[in-house]
């Protein structure tokens, strides 16, 4: 509580209601404190309430004015003013810059609960902390609170975990999804985005029978970015939808390109992710595809994953349909890696199923999984469709899938995905199948 005597003024130190320090006396503080005391290690601790908002709705503002000026009486009791600093932000927003010895920071979350507890209000009401331990003394204070405040984010809505210390990777990774989420228009304006090819082959013939087109991207500054990185969050604000086109449009113009040069092309398959399938104009773009570049249908196949399936089936089937009756030919994608790859090819007109690789990673470790893989075989054998193994990388495993029949490979075996030029080279030292 605030003591009689510092009283505050506009202006002054410290924040009126809980008498602790505002902010910004807090952070000039805390940075005379740390310069001082170089020889003890540091936390700051970022402390927050559940729900402080609902608690300040429920009951009178001076329910959480009460319970605001408690934490702040036991903090100033707890620690020891010469060594720890502590203020009060904004709502319910704690700082503190304390010797990580005398932070038993289980205790202090304990001891809060017990504190309001004792206040009788009807509410669960929890303290929450993330914290920094100051490793880099040289850092602007407010940016040792930004980083104990991300530690306090991700912990915020789960009740079983009170408190969580900062560590490098969550930086990173905050930095990589602002990074990506804000480069991703310039990206395509620019035209960072390109496809890699990867060849696919008929092991017992010794021929290329088609390609998959993967995007990446060529970032000026980090330089080549894979998929994996950048496709959840494209996926996650729907981006991905134009990353898409881009790509199909990419692959049709690469296509032309050979066919006007004169030269042997085979199939390209694109992926299209699951929220393509929202946009009924889907076909009407593919069509159009076709025609600006002058191309048959045969020359651009489809890859579609299960996740499309389990988001909306009719309409899946549908535009699946829809497909066929264009001409194109539709390939499963990673079969085997959800729950309902059997529904799916009941369900859905396909032409191909592609392996997911995690059968590849198990053949030799498992005998059930190399029987599984021959069944898999022969199930799309009595369907009439073809089958493609992904992630063949070794001898062995190419051996084997050969002598199950009729199986084209994809893996770094053959090859790695390859940019369109060397893709071409590749394509000079094969013999091509017929479509
Ligand atoms: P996917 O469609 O299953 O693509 C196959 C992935 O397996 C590719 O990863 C490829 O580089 C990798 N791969 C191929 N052979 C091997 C091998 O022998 N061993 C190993 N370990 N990996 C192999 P990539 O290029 O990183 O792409 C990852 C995923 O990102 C793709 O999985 C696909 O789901 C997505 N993706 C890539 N390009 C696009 C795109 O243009 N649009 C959409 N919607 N998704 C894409
Ligand atoms: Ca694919
Ligand atoms: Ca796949």
């Not at 985005?193 to 000026?220: G, K, M, Y």
């Amino acid at each position: 509580m605030k003591a009689e005597g510092v009283l505050p003024t506009i202006g002054s130190k410290f924040d009126q209601l809980t008498g602790l320090y505002n902010r910004e006396s807090f952070l000039r503080e805390a940075a005379v404190l740390l310069g001082a005391r170089f020889d003890v290690d540091y936390c700051i601790v970022c402390m927050d309430i559940s729900c402080f908002k609902i608690i300040n709705d429920l009951f009178h503002t001076s329910t959480g004015d009460l319970i605001l000026r408690s934490a702040a009486d036991y903090f100033t009791k707890q620690f020891n003013p010469r060594t720890t600093i502590s203020c009060r932000t904004n709502a319910d927003h704690f700082i503190l810059c304390v010797p990580t010895e005398e932070l038993k920071i289980e205790q202090v979350i304990n001891d809060l609960d017990k504190i309001i507890q004792d206040l009788h209000i009807s509410h669960n009401i929890l303290f929450f902390a993330g914290i920094y331990p100051v490793d880099k003394r040289d850092l602007p204070v407010d940016q040792m609170c930004d980083r104990a405040g991300m530690a306090l984010k991700r912990i915020k809505g789960s009740y079983l975990t009170r408190y969580a210390y900062y560590d490098a990777k969550m930086r990173e990774k905050m930095i990589e999804d602002l990074l990506l989420v804000g480069n991703l228009e310039i990206a395509l304006a620019e035209r960072q985005f390109t496809i890699f090819l990867q060849p696919i082959f008929n092991p017992r013939q010794n021929t290329v029978v088609s390609a998959e087109a993967l995007v990446r991207w060529l970032h000026p500054i980090h330089g080549m970015v894979s998929p994996g990185k950048f496709i959840p969050v494209c996926e996650s604000n729907g981006f991905i939808v134009r990353l898409d086109r881009f790509i199909w449009e990419e692959v049709c113009r690469f296509q032309r390109k050979r066919l006007n040069e004169g030269k042997e092309i085979v199939p390209i398959s694109v992926n299209l992710s699951r929220l393509n399938f929202y946009s009924l104009d889907l076909p009407d773009f593919l069509s159009f595809l076709l025609s600006k570049y002058d191309l048959e249908p045969w020359m651009l196949k489809l890859e579609v994953t299960e996740s499309a399936y389990t988001d909306n089936q009719v309409q899946l089937l549908d535009m699946i349909s829809t497909f066929k009756n264009l001409g194109f030919s539709v390939l499963m994608d990673d079969f085997g890696s959800g729950y309902s790859s059997l529904n799916m090819l009941k369900d859905m007109p396909l032409d191909t199923i592609k392996v997911d690789m995690a059968f590849i990673r198990e053949l030799e470790k498992s005998e059930r999984v190399a029987l599984i893989l021959k069944f898999v075989v022969q199930l799309a054998e009595s369907l009439g469709m073809g089958v493609v193994v992904e992630g063949v990388e070794t001898q062995r495993q190419c051996d084997y899938v050969a002598s199950l029949g009729e199986v084209a490979i994809q893996g770094y075996y053959f090859s790695r995905p390859l940019p369109m030029s060397e893709y071409e080279k590749l394509l000079e030292k094969y013999p091509l199948a017929p479509h």
